[in-house]
């Protein structure tokens, strides 16, 4: 059986939470006044589970335009807090409204200081709609932060190749072959460094995966 990676999503609220007064209810569903916490959207979309252990994490589900920072403030806190008493997370997925999606992640990306990936998700429409993409966002979601866990290990495990073939090559320098693969625009320096290992249960779990 494939081991799945333990992903965590946090509700904030939003269109991706939102109910509208029937599935044909695309516009004015805010009019509704019916949001779904993470455990219901969740359960409304089970296919989730066949990408991750998904453990919900329920904290708002307010529109967007009303998050500000107060709502970041305490955003940043429990993801910290979560980090530390889950250990075995491979990511966490917030879902949140489209109003306000970008600077929420500005904020997070200012102030958050773990080592798995987050990643934000909304939807254009409702979870209640029959074209909803709600469901399909938030797998998606999952497979990004699974996917940024094994494209880092991927540059690790290259650079360390390369290390070991310039060990065997007299006079070649693994650092600055690396260096200069790091120039290319497409590929970057980050985490490309020869003898650099890895550890935990986050990117075994989703190189796995």
């Known amino acids: 059986m494939m081991t799945r990676p333990r992903v965590a999503i946090i509700g904030t609220g939003g269109t991706i939470a939102s109910v509208g007064k029937g599935p044909l209810d695309l516009l004015d569903y805010a009019a509704n006044e019916t949001m779904l916490h993470v455990a219901e959207i969740i359960a409304r979309f089970p296919e989730v589970h066949e990408v991750a252990e998904i453990l919900p994490v329920r904290y708002e589900a307010i529109p967007s335009p009303k998050v500000f920072f107060p709502e970041w403030k305490a955003l940043v806190l429990r993801i910290t807090a979560l980090c530390q008493e889950e250990p075995e997370l491979a990511g966490i997925v917030v879902t949140h409204g489209t109003a306000s999606l970008e600077e929420t ?46 494209y880092v290990t991927t540059k690790i495990s290259y650079a360390n190749m390369l290390a070991e073939i310039c060990e065997r090559l007299p006079g070649a320098d693994v650092d600055v072959v690396t260096d200069a693969l790091g120039k290319d625009t497409r590929i970057g320096g980050k985490y490309l460094k020869g003898a650099v290992g890895y550890g935990g249960p986050c990117f075994p779990r989703a190189d796995i995966a």
């Open 105 to 150: 992640a500005y904020f997070l990306n200012l102030t958050l200081h773990v080592t798995v990936p987050v990643v934000i998700v909304g939807s254009q429409r409702p979870a209640s709609a029959l074209s909803s993409d709600a469901g399909m966002n938030l797998v998606n979601a999952e497979v990004v932060k699974i996917s940024v866990n094994t």
